[in-house]
Every structure is written in C-alpha cells, then in structure tokens.
C-alpha cells in the first residue's frame, strides 16, 4: 500500500453580513409614522365630507404661491440632504476630506438653513391667518388644516434637531466612521420621509380642492 498523507486545513468560516439596526429600526419606525399620517389624512377627509361649505370657503384664503414657493424649498432640502449622504458614504465629512469642497458636514448645515426657512414660512402662514380671524377652534376647516400641518411642521422641526446632532457627532471625531454613516443614513431616511408627507399635503390642502 502507498503512504497515506492527510493534510489539515483550516475550515472555512462564512462572513455574517449583518443588516444596519439603524437603518432597519428607522425604516420601522417610519412605518408607525406612515399610519399616523394615514389618520391624519382620514381625519381631514372626513370633515371635508362633513362640512364641504367650510372647506371650500376656507380654500379660498389659501396663499398657493406662497405655500409653493414653501414646498419648493423643502424639496430643495431633500436634494442637499442626499448629496450630503452621497459624500458620507464617501467617508467624506467635511472640507477637510474633500480637497477644500462641501462635504457631509456643510450639506447638512445647508440641509438645516433651508428646513428652518420652510418652519418659517408656516409660522408666517399661520400669523397671517390668525390676524385675519382664522383661528384653529373656528370651524372644521380650520381644525383640520392647522391639525394636518401643525404636526407635520412638528416632524420638521424633529428632523432639524436630528440634522445638528448628526453634525454634532461628527465633529466629535477625527474621520468618519461607520457610526457616522450610518446615522447619516438614517437621517436623510426620516428626512426624505418627512419631504413625501408634506408633498401630498400641499396637494390634497392646497391643489385638490381646485380640481375637483
């Protein structure tokens, strides 16, 4: 019989890819906010329905152009806030990183200036329709505009304070790193959300009504 070698060999062990938690638990908080702005949005229809004299009266003190200006620059927001993300993923957080050029950091800051304008011009919104007598308890109209709105300006106002922690965070370390990242990412995930929200708001409080 011929020599019989055996030769040990070290086995083989799978990578584990392992899903991003933050990514995941802000995708599935996402999903309870997109049942609280469901009822939102039901509520609203449901006093149309109630009160359609109320609702269209309350239609024509709409300052669309206004408001549309307004949309266009939270749009704009969700533009900025990708282009940020793009340069996390990078690795890219500040100038610093990018050969002189913006990065994550002042996208973001950008991103902020531009959601602080849009919360803004709703505060101003809403003062010109107080001094004028259209108050929140006024009528079903008013109620659910203010209602539908209001907390929506609220989710903005969150996600400015969630941009500056994130820019925060990152400052806080020389390079970015994977937890940077991914905060980055969830962010701009609550962001881009909260941008969608307010498009079928305009047009459902602010276009439908001249459609139908």
Not at 15 to 24: D, G, L, M, Q, T
Not at 162 to 181: D, N, P, Q
Request: charged fraction near 10%; hydrophobic fraction near 55%.
């Amino acid at each position: 019989m011929g020599d019989v070698t055996s030769a040990t060999t070290t086995p083989v062990v799978p990578r584990v890819h392992r899903p991003n938690s933050v990514a995941i638990g802000t995708i599935v908080w996402l999903g309870s906010e997109v049942m609280f702005f469901a009822g939102l949005f039901a509520i609203y229809f449901t006093l149309r329905a109630m009160a359609p004299e109320q609702f269209a009266a309350g239609h024509e003190i709409m300052n669309i152009p206004f408001s549309a200006a307004n949309t266009l620059i939270l749009v704009a927001s969700s533009v900025t806030c990708q282009i940020g993300v793009m340069h996390a993923e990078a690795g890219r957080k500040d100038r610093k990183d990018n050969n002189g050029k913006w990065a994550t950091v002042e996208w973001f800051f950008l991103t902020v200036l531009l959601g602080a304008i849009f919360v803004s011009g709703q505060v101003f919104e809403y003062a010109t329709l107080v001094s004028e007598g259209y108050v929140m308890n006024l009528n079903p109209f008013t109620s659910a505009f203010y209602m539908a709105t209001g907390f929506h300006g609220l989710h903005v106002i969150g996600g400015l304070l969630a941009f500056l922690i994130v820019i925060v965070r990152m400052y806080a370390v020389r390079r970015m790193g994977k937890r940077e990242m991914q905060s980055a990412m969830a962010v701009s995930y609550y962001w881009h959300f909260v941008d969608v929200v307010w498009i079928g708001l305009f047009f459902v409080v602010y276009i439908l009504p001249f459609l139908a």
